[in-house]
């Protein structure tokens, strides 16, 4: 288990929500220490047979001197996901198919066989690393069940799914690209970046114009358009002039603000919807505290109402799972900042989840696709409809024309292999993503690789220009289901 990311385990309680921990990996054991001294859920992802990377989690845990077995407990934790979600859904109506019960049936003799030799340390981890390969799996094609009956269920009742579905273009693109016709195949929207950095490289100076182009590629296609985020929160996505205010508050409130309402402004009635900001969560270039994170989202969310007051406008939040917190003292809970701003009264007409998934930082930890519906479960317990922003990458190593370079998870020069593993790990997140009636649209943020782009190696069309799988994959969605 060498590629186990030991330094991103965490821990976290009833809530779901990780406690900030402290990682040391010495003479094979794994200790984490935190603040409070309860049981809790411990969270590591691995690679996992047959399926890449997978964040795996035990069942609740007690403190102890004696250590727990990993390898054994997080064997258990997958019996248990795949057995106690089975049983739900089952007497909800949905049916399992045989390969998932022999599946299930094989994974638990395992983890009972690794139970068994529990005094034999290296005997009971191959018996549940065993386990652990089989029951994930399952957990794989448990979620897979319940997407395709779900998504059959809602055709049935409309032919055609309301959902959007958006290709994320950084200006000019798509509008320079050879296959840029295979963008309105693919997708129903643009999701069009107006980002601050690029707009307003120099401050008080304005540049309108690869915006303008691109919007007005959307409208003469007929494509409705998804503005923002407006500002993306991240350090390669603000203003390179930001340093001359980042140490006051009021300056840098005021710039956002003037910003925010040049755009709007200027795209009022071109834009079907706002996406406001993105990362506010997350720790960014400027060090900020919750009360300053609260102005600053409100501040921007108001200016865009006001102006343009009949248009939908949403926030985004990064890392929506929370792994973040497990690193950072003063971090904010994605999930509680967001019901902060849904009960202002400031007219947020829904919320983004922005995953980043199969980077090495600052992204979502890899998951099945059973846990992201889970987690779509818990942020609909806000009452708003969602938004997903995905990003996924089909390649490695350096990325020449990514504003956000981040290096990959994956390995290897196989172009076809790496492409391929895209649609691998989105595919099954995408069709969970579509069948879930709360998720109102879903962005993928990434078009070609080969132009201007924000996240290395996400693009449906690699950097020599050629189509990806998963553009393929995209077209085929929007033809057989969606409107």
């Not at 809602?154 to 309301?162: C, F, I, N, S, Y």
């Not at 603000?238 to 603000?257: G, H, K, R």
Request: hydrophobic residues 40%; negative net charge; aromatic residues 8%.
């Amino acid at each position: 288990m060498k590629q186990t990311l030991w330094k991103d385990a965490y821990i976290c309680g009833i809530e779901g929500v990780p406690w900030e921990c402290k990682n040391s990996v010495d003479g094979g054991i794994l200790s984490i220490s935190r603040p409070v001294d309860t049981s809790g859920k411990l969270y590591l992802t691995c690679p996992t047979k047959g399926l890449g990377y997978r964040t795996l989690s035990t069942c609740s845990l007690m403190p102890q001197q004696r250590p727990h077995l990993l390898y054994l407990e997080l064997a258990r934790g997958s019996c248990y996901r795949a057995r106690e979600q089975s049983s739900n859904w089952e007497r909800a109506g949905l049916a399992l198919g045989d390969r998932f019960g022999e599946l299930v049936a094989r994974g638990t003799a395992q983890f009972l066989d690794a139970a068994e030799a529990r005094g034999d340390l290296e005997e009971c981890s191959r018996h549940a690393l065993q386990a652990i390969a089989t029951l994930e799996q399952a957990i794989a094609d448990l979620g897979e069940s319940f997407a395709l009956q779900s998504i059959a269920y809602r055709k049935q009742r409309e032919p055609q799914l309301g959902t959007l579905l958006a290709g994320s273009v950084f200006p000019p693109a798509p509008t320079r690209s050879p296959l840029s016709r295979r963008f309105e195949s693919a997708f129903n929207c643009a999701a069009v970046r107006l980002n601050w950095g690029t707009i307003e490289s120099d401050a008080g100076r304005f540049e309108f114009e690869s915006s303008d182009r691109t919007i007005h590629w959307c409208g003469e296609r007929g494509l409705r358009v998804l503005a923002g985020p407006l500002v993306d929160f991240r350090k390669e996505l603000m203003p390179p002039w930001l340093y001359l205010i980042e140490d006051n508050f009021d300056s840098f409130l005021q710039s956002v603000t003037q910003y925010t309402q040049r755009v709007v402004e200027r795209y009022r009635g071109s834009v079907q919807l706002w996406n406001c900001a993105a990362g506010l969560n997350t720790p960014g270039p400027i060090a900020l505290d919750d009360e300053q994170v609260m102005r600053l989202a409100v501040a921007i969310l108001q200016t865009v109402r006001r102006i343009d007051p009949n248009t939908p406008a949403i926030i985004s939040f990064d890392q929506p799972f929370g792994e973040y917190l497990a690193k950072h003292r003063d971090g904010i809970s994605a999930l509680h900042f967001a019901d902060a701003l849904a009960r202002s009264g400031l007219g947020m007409a829904g919320i983004g989840l922005d995953v980043r998934l199969n980077y090495a930082r600052d992204a979502t930890l890899p998951r099945s696709a059973l846990d992201f519906g889970q987690m779509i479960d818990r942020w609909a317990t806000l009452g708003l409809p969602m938004l997903v922003q995905l990003t996924v990458p089909g390649g490695c190593g350096e990325d020449e024309k990514a504003i956000a370079k981040q290096p990959t998870l994956m390995t290897g020069t196989d172009r076809e292999e790496l492409s391929a593993n895209q649609l691998r790990t989105a595919g099954p997140i995408v069709r969970t993503l579509l069948a879930k009636q709360v998720v109102h649209g879903i962005v993928w943020d990434g078009w070609a690789d080969n132009e201007k782009h924000v996240q290395s190696h996400a693009g449906v069309i690699d950097s020599l220009g050629a189509p990806r799988p998963m553009l393929d994959y995209f077209e085929r969605l929007r033809h057989e289901l969606l409107a």
